[in-house]
């Protein structure tokens, strides 16, 4: 069965090249572009894995992994954050809200794979 | 969007986009209005601009941003005022970022020089120690330790409930320890209560691993990375039987409530939901318990071969094929009556060694999956290519064909695809006008028929335009313009060399080469393509080949005293030729009215060079015969001996290519026999006659076919 991937980013270049690491891995891939966005697409589609970026406008990461726990139905769906430095403070954050991993950007594509893996049951 | 390319595109549209909002940001602030979403607008256009740069290893780009954003965040955190000095810097930063995109997109070297004051300037603004901003990123490698070698990892796992409430899963942990070695595991449902006390929500599950492998605590602490904090987690070396170190003698943990597991199928059954079900598990663990050998056997079960073994193998083989045939021919020349003890002996062997020949052949044979993996991607590059949209279905990844046909079918297999989506398909617009989805399907579908694999590809397009074809075909030269030709002829004209309808030569199916060059290359692994295709529904190519291409079924026959081989595939009938069915075009040109037509009539042994005096053919046997293209003879021969199984010897790497000749093999008697390349001789003497034939004949030529 294919995994399927929802992407969280404001930034279209890393949304298009997370779909294409994604697709070339043969994940289908779910694009959202913020906190917001990723939640209304949530609403229809039950993704296995949801990758997304921290800094986003409207709604950020870390509101929307919280938001996601709240839900009954998605509280336990497996959450990647991309955080493009080793901030551990951000780590922090970012898993006390719930993410259940991380991706360090920029991330190299085997990698990227490795961590939704890791998580994607 | 699925080139790099136009992903780079994207990118430098996007930093353009980014760069207007970072002037514009640091415009707004300039003129004193310090909103944080101001701010952060800023600081995010500055971090997408580093991001994207990353992807494209861009990374004097990157070392700039990172400096630069490093300056913004503490702004951000409000740890550095927007004084007009800072914000002149940061205009200073922004021009430079901008120079460093415009470098970039000319693929041009950035003159380092002048950043590098803008970078001291950036720098000071930081208080803390500026070479943090371009080191720490080095930071993400740890150090590794040195191999430890004491035999076994031991590792005890308690999950909290928190691992679980952030979507981790035991099951996932476990098996990606298995990818470091061999594991036994071992769970512990000692604090599971009784089912009316069972929280949901709560963890009772403990696990005690051993790992054997060679790796180091850090690759194991690794593995639990995201979980570090929301698990009890002991990870300790044991040494032999010593242990010496009791810190992984957990005195909470009764050892005898410890049931081996064995990775992976049983595990799943241990996440956290499955907690619910332990009060059954105590009767059904011993039936899981298995030995760690298992497992072994399990990771032992593929060996790697070099292939020149396997085909050394596989030529042995064939030897003994042709030594057992020979041996059983010799004892029927003997006069050993067939239920003798030793022709029964002989019976066991020729069966023995077919099972040999199978399995050795089997060894080489490979899914398709390797090849039809690539295809996905091709459809995507071609689509974008071509603008249209394509859904890909594969079915039978699985069916297996000797390796040396998988790794041949892969070019014709590209092109045909290319052929479907450049040609089969319509536009989406066009697709929309007549009714359809706007998305065309293209179908690859492999699948074993009768001994032999069979490849289809079909789209859902337009079909082939008949029209076109023929008047292309007619144009230069392929047919005759008064030519009666029925549709599939028609569609089969397009294996024709030299022929595309594609007015202009498009980069994608064109590459020089048309659907001529595919089923010659098809040919020359012994099988054939053919063509359907409905007006509006879609075309279907058909691609059977041969499923190893180390032995043929052939018939074996007489012609002049010499043993040929013709392959069984081609044949269609055998047929006893009668005076009044025979009928000459000229001297040489002989038909033979069959099956409602005239075919034409070839003397094998004439055209070998056997003989020079042509044969008669009501004394002759003779055997209709029908090549890739559906072109049908009548090859005469003197006697058919019967029909065998060959191994097949290539006559090109042991004497030279013989035209009319496909290959050699060795018969029961010792002896070379030639097996016919049926096509090419139908070929060179359709070319040979093509200009005597009258249109009426190649009318009902084609009516036969």
Known sequence: MTTTVLTVDDSRTMRDMLKYSLLEAGFRVLQAQDGLDGLEVLKTETPDVIVTDLNMPRLDGFGFIEALRRDVDRKSMPVLILTTEVDTEKKLRAKAAGATGWIVKPFDPVKLVDAIRRVAA | MDSLDSIREVFFQECDEQLNELETGLGLIQTGATL???????????HSIKGGAGIFGLDELVNFAHIFETTLDRIRRGELATSPQVIQVFLRAADILSDFVNAARTDGVYNLAKSKTVISELKHLTSTDPALAT??????????????????????????????????????????????????????????????????????????????????EDII?????????????????????????????????DMSKFELFTLPQQVEETSAAAAMSTNNADQNLPDQQTSKTDTTQHVNATIRVDLDRVDRMINLVGELVINE????????????????????????LEHLTREIQDSVMAIRAQPVRSVFQRMPRLVREVAAQTNKQVRLLMDGETTEVDKTVIERISDPLTHMIRNAIDHGLESPEIRVAAGKPAEGTVRLVALHRSGRIVVEVSDDGAGINRARVKAK??????????????????????????FSTASAVTDISGRGVGMDVVRRSVQAL????????????????????????????????????????????????????????????????????????????????????????????TKSVALLVECESGTRAVLLYDTIQGQRQVVIKSLESNYRAVPGIAAATVMGDGRVALILDVDAIITSTRMATARLERPRIEQTLMEVS
Not at chain 2, 36 to 46: E, G, L, S
Request: hydrophobic share 45%.
């Open chain 2, 36 to 46: 944080a979403d101001t701010i952060n607008a800023v600081f995010r256009a500055v």
């Open chain 2, 135 to 216: 080191d720490e990123r080095l930071d993400e490698v740890s150090a590794e330790t040195g191999l430890l070698k004491l035999p076994y990892w031991h590792i005890i796992f308690k999950p909290f409930p928190s691992l679980y409430a952030k979507g981790n899963e035991t099951m996932l942990l476990l098996r990606a320890l298995e990818r470091l070695g061999t594991l036994d595991v071992k769970i512990d449902v000692s604090n599971v209560p009784e089912l009316q006390n069972l929280d949901p929500e709560n963890t009772y599950l403990s696990w005690k691993i051993a790992l054997f492998a060679d790796c180091t």
């Open chain 2, 221 to 253: 602490r690794d593995v639990f990375e995201f979980v570090e904090g929301d698990c009890e987690l002991q990870i300790s070396w044991i040494e032999g039987d010593t242990k010496s170190d009791g810190t992984f003698e957990q005195p909470d943990i």
């Open chain 2, 325 to 348: 045939a020979m041996l059983s021919q010799r004892v029927i020349e003997a006069g050993i009556a067939r239920t003798s003890s030793v022709a029964i002996a002989l019976d066991e």
């Open chain 2, 473 to 498: 075909a007619t144009e230069n030269g392929l047919i005759s313009s008064d030519a009666t030709l029925t549709d599939e002829e028609i569609d089969n004209l397009i294996f024709l060399p030299g």
């Open chain 2, 526 to 617: 012994g099988g054939r393509i053919s063509i359907a295709s409905r007006p509006g529904k879609g075309s279907t190519f058909t691609l059977s080949l041969p499923l190893t291409l180390a032995v043929l079924d052939g018939m074996v026959v007489t012609a002049a005293g010499h043993t040929l081989i013709v392959p069984l595939g081609a044949i269609l009938e055998t047929l006893q030729p009668r005076e009044r069915d025979i009928h000459a075009l000229d001297h040489n040109i002989r038909v033979l009215a069959a099956r409602g037509g005239y075919i034409p009539m070839i003397d094998v042994a004439m055209l070998l060079g056997y003989r020079h005096q042509a044969i008669d053919p």
